[in-house]
């Protein structure tokens, strides 16, 4: 979604002050306002708002220099005097604003929905906002393919057992030195919170009978030893109305603009209805992409 903003033409920033500036490359500056400006092109969707994190806006603001340089690099070589540059130019630019305009009729109104219009989508999907029962997990692994009979494997589950027997151990200490999980094992195991679906059948199955802080006996998998600890399980749970309102909201905002965008292009059709050439159409063949031009 950030890659759909890029395609706008860019201009180069005057000079500010450092404290505008948000990123710069070679002699080129982006400032804040120019960066905010094109954050807001996003749109208002759940999806858009979602991937605003740190780390995307991080890449949005070096694909937006990244692009300035080549644009400079562009002009420079005069790329866009070329007749089939210029006309690509022109048919983005034309499709922008065609497409710029269909979401301004489509858009709707600031104030929906209403109040009662999202407790009703609310009611009627319920069932669709249930989180499922999800649990807090650890692991040691430790790395024995199907059919494989390692005695060095077989002495360090032993190890790690005995180590996990003795009084007061440290289940993280023994994940972070042991564990054959790259992942997780820095973490001293931890695998954060794993929804049911997500966690394979035969540890699923093991996890009823654990207690708090419980770990479990071994598990053999085809990759391995799972050694799990439950650190917190959490019941299937619904949302109220509330802590879902801005993601409810923006999914019923994106449904009723696509809604009304597909109205509005039938009511333009039936005025305008297209007339097609089916002699002169039979030619556009003759310099299709599959039949180079000579």
């Not at 500056?29 to 954050?39: F, H, Q, R």
């Not at 699923?204 to 598990?219: D, F, M, V």
């Not at 005025?271 to 031009?293: F, M, Q, R, V």
């Amino acid at each position: 979604m950030l890659a759909k903003s890029l395609t706008i033409s860019l201009f180069l920033a005057a000079s500010v002050t450092a404290a505008e500036i948000v990123g710069k490359i070679a002699d080129i500056e982006l400032t804040t306002e120019d960066a905010k400006a094109l954050v807001s092109t996003l749109g208002e969707s759940a999806e858009a708002h979602t991937d605003l994190n740190p780390e995307a806006l991080d890449r949005f603001v070096r694909a937006l220099l990244v692009q300035r340089l080549v644009l400079r690099e562009a002009e420079a070589a005069k790329h866009g005097d070329s007749p089939a540059v210029a006309a690509q130019i022109l048919r983005a630019q034309q499709a922008a604003l065609a497409e710029s305009y269909l979401q301004s009729v489509s858009s709707p109104q600031a104030n929906y929905p209403s109040e009662t219009e999202l407790s009703e989508a609310y009611e009627n999907n319920k069932a669709a906002f249930l989180v499922p029962k999800s649990w807090h997990l650890a692991q040691i692994f430790i790395s024995s393919p199907t059919g494989s009979k390692d005695e060095e494997t077989e002495n360090r589950l032993e190890s790690v057992l005995k180590q996990l027997a003795e009084p007061n151990a440290d289940f993280a200490s023994i994940a972070r030195v042991s564990s054959d999980d790259r992942s997780s094992s820095p973490n001293g195991g931890d695998l954060g919170w794993l929804q049911e679906n997500m966690i394979q059948p035969a540890i699923r199955e093991a996890l009823p009978s654990l207690k708090l802080n419980g770990i479990s006996k071994p598990i053999r998998l085809d990759d391995g030893y799972h050694i799990i600890r439950l650190i917190d399980a959490k019941e299937a749970s619904t949302p109220t109305v509330d802590q879902i309102r801005p993601q409810l909201k923006a999914r019923l905002r994106a449904q009723k603009a696509q809604q009304n965008r597909q109205e509005w292009l039938t009511a333009l059709l039936e005025k305008n209805p297209p007339a097609i050439n089916g002699i002169e159409l039979l030619k556009l063949k003759e310099t299709s992409p599959d039949k180079p031009t000579p």
